[in-house]
């Protein structure tokens, strides 16, 4: 089955700095890369997501950019504000019914 | 209001008591799915559902039963809970065609099994 990995598993930043989150995943016939969100104490929401068919998507402060041949994909948060401070989860999808999400990644935004 | 809903939302049990976390949604979803969330492993899918009568096992199906007797719910089943079985569990839906893709996730079930 599908694995996912990602890097790093915390992240401290300083307010207006930049951040990115990494990726990988094992099953290239994998498809559909989603991002979620999850504050403290509340459910996952998706923030982003990016079909293989597509190189990078961005959202207003937010960036995700897919590489196929490497098998890896990464979330860029640009101008960090502490409201960004969440677990971040990347997950893979090749078949459209099952999600295979990382480890998550706990981002610290310091004012 | 369009939304997911679990019950109950904290439960403490003891080994082998047999219990049940109900799920559901209003917004006819027809694609409902479990998971459980561990720190350090993300969130990892126990079972899933295409539709009515049509279920099929995630990545972490054992010691779990569901069943997807109406569309709007899907109950999670423990037979017998085990310590192991100690998580917070997740319930999501989407629509048919988008499947795994853009689910909305449920508000979590924290189990602790004693």
């Known amino acids: 089955g599908e694995n996912v990995e990602q890097h790093p598993s915390t992240l401290s930043v300083q307010e207006g700095d930049s951040a990115v989150i990494k990726c990988t995943y094992s099953?290239?016939?994998?498809?559909?890369f989603p991002w979620y969100k999850q504050e403290l104490g509340k459910r996952p929401q998706l923030i982003i997501d990016?079909?293989?068919?597509?190189g990078e998507k961005k959202d207003q402060r937010i960036a995700v950019t897919l590489n196929k041949t490497a098998k890896h994909f990464s979330l860029h948060i640009t101008e960090t504000q502490p409201e960004d401070s969440a677990v971040y989860f990347c997950a893979a999808s090749n078949a459209g019914n099952m999600l295979t999400f990382g480890g998550g990644t706990r981002l610290m935004v310091k004012p | 209001e369009a939304q997911v809903t679990q019950n109950p939302r904290y439960l403490i049990t003891v080994t082998g008591k047999k219990l049940t976390v109900t799920c559901s949604q209003n917004m006819n979803h027809e694609y409902m799915s479990w998971y459980r969330q561990d720190p350090g492993l993300g969130l990892r899918q126990i079972y899933y559902s295409m539709n009515v009568e049509v279920t099929d096992k995630g990545d972490v199906p054992e010691g779990y039963k569901v069943s997807r007797k109406e569309k709007r719910n899907f109950p999670l089943i423990l037979e017998s809970p085990s310590p192991n079985q100690t998580s917070l569990y997740f319930c999501a839906s989407s629509t048919r065609d988008r499947g795994a893709y853009e689910q909305y996730f449920g508000p979590g079930t924290r189990l602790t099994v004693t």
């Open positions: 099953d290239s016939a994998s498809n559909y």
């Open positions: 990016i079909r293989s068919n597509v």
